[in-house]
């Protein structure tokens, strides 16, 4: 079993920057891919960024390449690192671990609770 849990979530005018990190129970947890979703009132879960427990293969959604980048942060932890962040950026953050790389939220067998992520204008 492996318990995920984020932080890093907050306010911030568009343009800003927030750094999001996800920290794993297990000792396991390196064996994982590890992805970032995203969920805004009223829309399904979308696909935010992944990589693979080597961090050799990193996938981002067209709408924050360039913007926002996914690493891992020693054998337990994951970030992603939001810069240029848009108001459209609002959504709670979910970070995911699965067995195979993907971006499809079905893939993932593990989620966290979520951390809020707001951007004003």
């Known amino acids: 079993q492996v318990q995920l849990e984020e932080s890093g979530g907050g306010l911030v005018q568009a343009g800003g920057s927030l750094r999001l990190s996800c920290a794993a129970s297990?000792?396991?947890?390196?064996?994982?891919?590890m992805g970032w979703f995203r969920q805004a009132p009223g829309k399904e879960r979308e696909f935010v960024a992944a990589t693979t427990w080597s961090g050799s293969v990193t996938y981002y959604a067209d709408s924050v390449k360039g913007r926002f980048t996914i690493s891992r942060n020693g054998k337990n932890t994951v970030v992603l690192q939001m810069n240029s962040l848009k108001p459209e950026d609002t959504a709670i953050y979910y970070c995911a671990a699965a067995r195979r790389i993907g971006v499809d939220p079905g893939q993932y067998d593990y989620w966290g609770q979520g951390t809020q992520v707001t951007v004003s204008s």
């Open positions: 297990t000792r396991t947890f390196g064996s994982y891919t």
